[in-house]
């Protein structure tokens, strides 16, 4: 079992346990940290040389290298992503530690062509412990099967910060400051080919300006030599019908970009499968 599904179903006793109860048990109050079981070595290793056994007389063919070098570069990622994960569980560095239930690193593609980033997580995110699981995220999941994107298959999901504020309001500064070293983090790992900013306080915090969405959008950015586009937040759609022709055409824009940067992108894409 992986450590994120470990997480996962920590999250949801500890949500089943608070509705039954109505109370938060103390047992609770602090995350555990989790660790993907250990692969079963031996049996692996026995499996690999009964494949290979007729080509045991010639020497190791340099495919063999090339796929045993993807398989520990890509787990090792696994890796990373879960320390990053596990670290955000614990972190206490700002005072939404003191109110959220659960911790919402951000989840999809492990070779994203596209990182969505949002502003924090809001009721339900908190109490699942995944972002863009309410009513803006099945919106936001249509925007992104609408050219070709999804969370399942090449885009990834996260937000600047990682525990909900309270009432939704936007995080404070020092909060989105305290938690950006995660967002770094993840951008370092995933190298997503573009950065797609839903909101102002995504595009605010990722690009350090004042400015708003109205004047960000229909241009790209750059984040250390990564693409970066801005439009409306899927919540800011539900609420104003008249912003829906614009993010359109806002997600138009970004496709062609993908397009440019990386023409069979759309290959890639499956549709999204609910956790
Ligand atoms: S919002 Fe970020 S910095 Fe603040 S407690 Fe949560 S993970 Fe830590």
Request: glycine share 4%; aromatic share 6%; charged share 20%.
């Amino acid at each position: 079992m992986t450590c994120q599904q470990k997480q996962q179903i920590y999250n949801l006793l500890k949500t089943a346990a608070d509705s039954v109860l109505g109370f938060r048990v103390k047992s609770f109050d602090t995350t555990p940290v989790f660790y993907d079981d250990p692969l079963p070595a031996p049996q692996n290793l026995q499996e690999q040389t009964d494949l290979h056994e007729p080509s045991l007389a010639a020497p190791a063919a340099s495919s063999d290298h090339s796929s045993l070098d993807f398989s520990t570069v890509h787990s090792s990622l696994e890796d990373s992503i879960c320390n990053l994960k596990n670290q955000i569980s614990a972190c206490s560095r700002c005072a939404l530690a003191k109110t959220r239930n659960n911790t919402v690193p951000g989840t999809g593609s492990l070779k994203p062509v596209v990182l969505v980033v949002g502003e924090g997580p809001g009721f339900e995110e908190d109490r699942q412990g995944l972002p863009f699981v309410g009513p803006a995220g099945q919106l936001l999941d249509k925007m992104l099967a609408a050219i070709s994107l999804s969370r399942s298959s090449n885009t990834y999901i996260a937000n600047i910060v990682k525990c909900r504020p309270p009432q939704n309001r936007d995080p404070y500064p020092e909060e989105a400051e305290a938690c950006s070293s995660f967002l770094q983090a993840q951008i370092a790992l995933l190298k997503p080919k573009a950065i797609l900013c839903v909101g102002s306080v995504a595009a605010k915090n990722l690009l350090k300006t004042e400015a708003g969405v109205s004047r960000l959008r229909g241009s790209f950015y750059q984040y250390h030599n990564i693409p970066v586009a801005v439009t409306y937040h899927p919540s800011a759609l539900l609420r104003s019908q008249d912003l829906k022709r614009p993010a359109w055409e806002d997600l138009k824009q970004f496709r062609l970009k993908l397009l440019e940067l990386c023409p069979d992108y759309e290959s890639s894409c499956q549709s999204y499968v609910s956790h």
